[in-house]
Protein backbone atom coordinates (compact mmCIF):
# COMPACT_ATOMS: atom_id res chain seq x y z
CA UNK A 1 0.00 0.00 0.00
CA UNK A 2 1.39 3.31 -1.07
CA UNK A 3 0.13 6.80 0.75
CA UNK A 4 -2.12 7.21 -1.93
CA UNK A 5 -4.52 4.55 -0.27
CA UNK A 6 -4.19 6.14 3.22
CA UNK A 7 -7.54 8.12 4.21
CA UNK A 8 -5.71 11.18 5.15
CA UNK A 9 -9.05 12.13 6.89
CA UNK A 10 -9.08 8.95 9.19
CA UNK A 11 -5.27 9.88 9.82
CA UNK A 12 -6.19 13.53 10.75
CA UNK A 13 -9.55 12.39 12.84
CA UNK A 14 -7.03 10.46 14.63
CA UNK A 15 -4.73 12.40 15.53
CA UNK A 16 -7.38 15.28 16.42
CA UNK A 17 -9.01 12.82 18.80
CA UNK A 18 -5.69 12.20 20.78
CA UNK A 19 -5.14 15.85 20.73
CA UNK A 20 -8.52 17.17 21.77
CA UNK A 21 -8.51 14.25 24.83
CA UNK A 22 -5.45 15.90 26.18
CA UNK A 23 -6.87 19.28 26.18
CA UNK A 24 -10.14 17.92 27.56
CA UNK A 25 -7.96 16.62 30.63
CA UNK A 26 -6.13 20.01 30.69
CA UNK A 27 -9.51 21.78 30.82
CA UNK A 28 -10.57 19.33 33.71
CA UNK A 29 -7.36 19.16 35.77
CA UNK A 30 -7.12 23.42 35.79
CA UNK A 31 -9.81 24.94 35.35
CA UNK A 32 -9.02 28.04 33.35
CA UNK A 33 -11.14 31.23 32.68
CA UNK A 34 -13.90 30.94 29.98
CA UNK A 35 -11.39 33.28 27.32
CA UNK A 36 -8.66 30.86 28.08
CA UNK A 37 -10.62 27.99 26.96
CA UNK A 38 -12.07 29.90 24.17
CA UNK A 39 -8.15 30.77 22.76
CA UNK A 40 -6.99 27.67 23.43
CA UNK A 41 -9.58 26.32 21.68
CA UNK A 42 -8.86 28.29 18.67
CA UNK A 43 -5.51 27.08 18.69
CA UNK A 44 -6.37 23.60 19.17
CA UNK A 45 -8.66 24.30 16.20
CA UNK A 46 -6.31 25.30 13.89
CA UNK A 47 -3.82 22.78 14.91
CA UNK A 48 -6.36 20.24 14.22
CA UNK A 49 -7.01 21.30 10.80
CA UNK A 50 -3.94 20.82 9.66
CA UNK A 51 -2.48 17.74 11.70
CA UNK A 52 -2.61 15.33 8.71
CA UNK A 53 -1.07 17.82 6.26
CA UNK A 54 3.08 17.42 7.82
CA UNK A 55 2.54 14.16 7.69
CA UNK A 56 1.26 13.23 3.98
CA UNK A 57 3.90 15.62 2.70
CA UNK A 58 5.93 13.24 3.64
CA UNK A 59 4.71 10.26 2.45
CA UNK A 60 2.84 11.75 -0.43
CA UNK A 61 4.61 12.82 -3.63
CA UNK A 62 1.84 13.95 -5.59
CA UNK A 63 0.24 16.28 -1.94
CA UNK A 64 -0.38 19.47 -3.35
CA UNK A 65 -0.35 21.17 0.20
CA UNK A 66 -2.52 23.37 1.46
CA UNK A 67 -3.21 27.12 2.11
CA UNK A 68 -2.52 28.55 5.81
CA UNK A 69 -3.64 31.81 5.10
CA UNK A 70 -1.68 33.82 3.39
CA UNK A 71 1.31 31.06 3.50
CA UNK A 72 1.13 27.69 1.52
CA UNK A 73 2.99 25.09 2.88
CA UNK A 74 2.99 21.02 4.29
CA UNK A 75 3.22 21.60 7.90
CA UNK A 76 2.28 25.12 9.28
CA UNK A 77 3.44 25.95 12.57
CA UNK A 78 1.35 23.11 14.43
CA UNK A 79 4.13 23.09 16.95
CA UNK A 80 3.77 27.05 18.12
CA UNK A 81 -0.04 26.05 18.05
CA UNK A 82 0.12 22.83 20.39
CA UNK A 83 2.83 24.92 22.68
CA UNK A 84 -0.01 27.75 22.83
CA UNK A 85 -3.03 25.62 23.28
CA UNK A 86 -1.33 24.20 26.40
CA UNK A 87 -0.23 27.13 27.81
CA UNK A 88 -3.18 29.14 27.77
CA UNK A 89 -4.61 26.48 29.41
CA UNK A 90 -2.31 27.01 32.26
CA UNK A 91 -2.97 30.46 32.15
CA UNK A 92 0.03 31.51 34.21
CA UNK A 93 0.90 34.82 34.64
CA UNK A 94 4.90 35.33 33.15
CA UNK A 95 6.97 34.99 29.93
CA UNK A 96 5.35 32.15 28.70
CA UNK A 97 2.12 33.95 27.72
CA UNK A 98 4.41 35.83 25.34
CA UNK A 99 4.33 32.32 22.75
CA UNK A 100 0.38 32.86 23.11
CA UNK A 101 0.26 36.61 22.57
CA UNK A 102 3.11 35.83 19.45
CA UNK A 103 0.97 32.90 18.25
CA UNK A 104 -1.57 34.62 18.22
CA UNK A 105 -0.62 38.14 16.71
CA UNK A 106 0.60 36.03 13.78
CA UNK A 107 -2.72 33.91 13.55
CA UNK A 108 -4.80 37.11 13.68
CA UNK A 109 -2.40 38.59 10.47
CA UNK A 110 -2.16 35.66 8.81
CA UNK A 111 -5.83 34.04 8.95
CA UNK A 112 -7.42 37.20 9.49
CA UNK A 113 -6.06 39.57 6.68
CA UNK A 114 -6.38 36.52 4.19
CA UNK A 115 -9.89 36.07 5.00
CA UNK A 116 -10.53 40.17 4.81
CA UNK A 117 -9.40 39.68 1.81
CA UNK A 118 -10.88 37.26 0.64
CA UNK A 119 -14.06 38.92 1.65
CA UNK A 120 -13.44 42.17 0.02
CA UNK A 121 -12.52 40.97 -3.61
CA UNK A 122 -13.95 37.30 -3.75
CA UNK A 123 -16.09 35.44 -1.29
CA UNK A 124 -16.14 32.47 -2.78
CA UNK A 125 -12.44 31.93 -2.13
CA UNK A 126 -13.69 31.33 1.36
CA UNK A 127 -14.63 28.17 0.36
CA UNK A 128 -13.68 25.51 3.24
CA UNK A 129 -12.35 22.05 2.13
CA UNK A 130 -11.47 19.31 4.03
CA UNK A 131 -9.61 16.36 1.86
CA UNK A 132 -11.11 15.64 -1.31
CA UNK A 133 -14.65 14.50 0.50
CA UNK A 134 -16.11 17.55 1.99
CA UNK A 135 -16.52 20.75 0.83
CA UNK A 136 -18.31 23.73 3.25
CA UNK A 137 -19.62 26.47 0.50
CA UNK A 138 -18.58 29.89 1.54
CA UNK A 139 -21.71 31.57 2.59
CA UNK A 140 -21.39 28.91 5.35
CA UNK A 141 -17.80 29.16 5.33
CA UNK A 142 -17.05 32.69 5.96
CA UNK A 143 -18.86 33.38 9.42
CA UNK A 144 -17.39 29.71 10.38
CA UNK A 145 -14.10 31.27 9.75
CA UNK A 146 -14.68 34.34 11.35
CA UNK A 147 -15.89 32.50 14.42
CA UNK A 148 -13.00 29.91 14.51
CA UNK A 149 -10.33 31.57 12.64
CA UNK A 150 -9.77 34.80 13.80
CA UNK A 151 -11.93 35.71 16.71
CA UNK A 152 -9.81 33.73 19.35
CA UNK A 153 -6.27 35.53 18.02
CA UNK A 154 -8.14 38.68 18.58
CA UNK A 155 -8.83 37.84 22.55
CA UNK A 156 -5.49 36.32 23.02
CA UNK A 157 -4.00 39.23 21.67
CA UNK A 158 -6.32 41.60 24.38
CA UNK A 159 -5.63 39.00 27.28
CA UNK A 160 -2.15 37.15 26.50
CA UNK A 161 -0.09 40.07 27.15
CA UNK A 162 -1.48 41.23 30.21
CA UNK A 163 -1.31 38.00 31.75
CA UNK A 164 2.60 37.99 30.32
CA UNK A 165 2.94 41.34 32.13
CA UNK A 166 0.92 40.45 35.56
CA UNK A 167 4.21 38.76 37.38
CA UNK A 168 6.41 41.37 36.90
Known sequence: MDSSHV??????????AALLAAWI???WRKRPP?????VSFGHLFVASVASAAP????????????????????GG????????????IRNRPGWSMWLVTATSAFLAL????????????????????????LTIPALIA??????LFICPFLVGLSKAPVRATAAA
Open 25 to 27: YQL
Open 55 to 74: FRALLDPHYPGFHFGFFGGA
Open 34 to 38: LWAIF
Open 142 to 147: TPIMFV
Open 7 to 16: NWAVVGLGID
Open 77 to 88: PATSLLASVFVV
Open 110 to 133: NLGGSWLESVATNIADNEMQFGEY
